[in-house]
């Protein structure tokens, strides 16, 4: 049951990254496709290392470090991005 569930995590977040890769091609614009982009990536990610936790659990704290520092930086990312793209805004 627990492969089960690992190799469902795994898959899904595998799932996620390429959903998130498919907008790219659209004529939307760059912040809606990078909006998208980072949320299924951020997802796919925690995802793979949820997976990866189920799979190796003696690799626990080093996992959940890596959870931590996806979702920390993740959220720096998307306030750079809204406060560069807020100023270039103004600007015009």
């Known amino acids: 049951m627990v492969d089960f569930l690992s190799y469902f995590c795994l898959g899904f977040g595998l799932i996620l990254w390429f959903w998130g890769t498919f907008p790219l091609l659209g004529r939307r614009s760059v912040l809606f496709k990078l909006h998208n982009l980072s949320i299924s990536d951020i997802l796919g990610s925690m995802s793979i290392v949820v ?32 406060y560069c793209t807020r100023r270039t805004v103004e600007d015009d």
């Open 51 to 82: 997976g990866l936790a189920l799979k190796i659990p003696r690799e626990l704290p080093l996992l959940i470090l890596a959870l931590l520092s996806l979702a920390i930086w993740n959220t720096i990312l998307g306030y750079v991005l809204a």
